[in-house]
């Protein structure tokens, strides 16, 4: 059970890196930073968009963003942090 617990700690840990990725990458493309027409980009942004919008999606049904500001990476990053302490404890627990 511990190696399952680890592997599903490893999986979300990856995952919320994945989704702060996103974020930092978001933000160097409204600074300019980043140019969306360069193919490249284009690719890791799409890669970046499949991976978080089947979780963002719902999520984005419930809480728009506030102000202009998209708080859905953040509640997400709650989320996933609360269920991998919860899961994560009863599997050591067992």
């Given amino acids: 059970m511990h190696l399952i617990a680890y592997l599903l700690s490893?999986?979300?840990d990856i995952y919320i890196l994945v989704i702060i990725l996103q974020v930092i990458i978001?933000?160097?493309v409204i600074f300019g930073v980043i140019n969306l027409n360069h193919p490249q980009a284009?690719?890791?942004?799409?890669?970046i968009k499949k991976l978080?919008?089947?979780v963002y999606k719902p999520v984005q049904k419930y809480i728009p963003p506030i102000g202009g500001i998209d708080i859905t990476p953040l509640i997400v990053i709650m989320g996933l942090s609360i269920l991998r302490s919860v899961i994560v404890?009863?599997?050591y627990t067992l």
């Avoid at 284009?42 to 890669?47: I, R, S, T």
């Fill in 10 to 12: 490893l999986a979300v």
């Fill in 26 to 28: 978001s933000w160097l």
């Fill in 42 to 47: 284009q690719n890791l942004m799409g890669l």
């Fill in 52 to 54: 978080t919008d089947p």
């Fill in 89 to 91: 404890g009863a599997l």
